[in-house]
C-alpha cells in the first residue's frame, strides 16, 4: 500500500475575550486568508498613498499654474505702466510745443501790432506832411468853416469821411480857404451841397442836413473867411469835407497843421 503524505494547514486561532467575561467568542484564521488580509491592507495603504501623491501632485500644478498667471498679469501691468508713462510723456512734450508755439504767436502778434502802430504814424505824418507848407497860402483850407464856436458832433473816420459840426442861429458857415465855387446843389441826403476849389489839390465841401441858402453862386471867386451860408435856425448841422488830390482827409490834420 501506498503511503499518504498528510498536508499540513497553518491556521491562526483568535480569542476575543469581553472584559465583563460574557460573549467570548474564538476564532479559527487559516493562513492563507491572514495573509490575503495583509495584501489587501498593503493594497489599500498604497491606493491611499497614491491618492495623496496624485493630490499634492494636483496642488503643486494648480500653484504653479497661479502663479504662472499672476506672474503674467504682472507682466501685464508692468508693461501697461510702461505705456501710460511714456504716453504721458508724449503729451508732455506736446504741451511744451504748444506753449512754445502760443509763444512764438504772442510774439508775432506783438511785433504785427508794433508794425500797425508804426504804420498808422508814419500815415499820419505822411497826412501831416502833405498839408504841412501851404499854411502861409491863402488858398490852403486850414480856416474853421464856422464864425462861431460850433461843437464837432462826430469826427473823422473811413465810415464817415467827413467832420459833421452842430452850428446855432447865429454866426456863418464860412471859405475855409480862397477858392472858386465849384458847386452850389444837393442831392437825396442834402438839401444844400456847396464845393470850393482852392488849388494845389485841395477841396472843400460843405453839405448841409437842414434847409438853408446859398450866399454864393457857381464860379465865384471867394476868400478864405468869406460867408457861405448865413446859420438863422437853431442846431443846423454842417458837414464838413477836405479833400485832397481826391482823396478825403481828417479836417483836423489841417486845423493841427494850422496849430
Not at 483568535?14 to 495584501?39: A, E, K, M
Not at 488849388?199 to 453839405?207: I, L, V
Request: hydrophobic share 35%.
Amino acid at each position: 500500500m501506498k503511503s499518504r503524505k498528510h498536508r499540513h494547514k497553518e491556521s491562526f486561532s483568535i480569542l476575543l475575550v469581553s472584559n465583563t467575561g460574557q460573549n467570548t467568542r474564538h476564532f479559527h484564521v487559516t493562513g492563507l486568508f491572514f495573509r490575503l488580509s495583509t495584501v489587501f491592507v498593503v493594497c489599500i495603504c498604497a491606493a491611499f498613498g497614491w491618492l495623496a501623491y496624485q493630490y499634492l501632485s494636483a496642488s503643486d500644478i494648480t500653484s504653479s499654474y497661479v502663479d504662472a498667471r499672476e506672474g503674467t498679469r504682472e507682466t501685464e501691468l508692468i508693461g501697461q505702466i510702461a505705456e501710460q508713462s511714456k504716453l504721458v510723456q508724449q503729451l508732455e512734450e506736446e504741451n511744451d510745443a504748444l506753449a512754445r508755439r502760443n509763444d512764438e504767436l504772442m510774439s508775432e502778434n506783438k511785433a504785427l501790432l508794433a508794425a500797425a502802430k508804426a504804420n498808422k504814424s508814419t500815415e499820419e505824418t505822411d497826412g501831416t506832411n502833405r498839408v504841412t507848407g501851404f499854411e502861409s497860402d491863402p488858398a490852403y483850407p486850414s480856416l474853421y468853416p464856422y464864425s462861431e464856436t460850433g461843437e464837432v458832433s462826430v469826427k473823422y473816420s473811413e465810415g464817415h469821411p467827413y467832420v459833421t459840426i452842430d452850428t446855432q442861429a447865429q454866426g456863418d458857415v464860412v471859405a475855409a480857404g480862397t477858392g472858386i465855387v465849384a458847386v452850389v446843389g444837393s442831392d437825396d441826403t442834402y438839401p444844400l451841397i456847396i464845393e470850393i476849389e482852392h488849388g494845389n489839390g485841395y477841396k472843400t465841401r460843405y453839405m448841409f442836413l437842414q434847409d438853408a441858402e446859398s450866399l454864393q453862386q457857381a464860379g465865384a471867386r471867394v476868400q478864405a473867411g468869406t460867408a457861405l451860408v448865413s446859420v438863422d435856425a437853431q442846431n443846423v448841422q454842417l458837414d464838413y469835407q477836405v479833400i485832397f488830390d481826391e482823396e478825403p482827409i481828417d479836417p483836423l490834420i489841417v486845423f493841427e497843421a494850422k496849430g
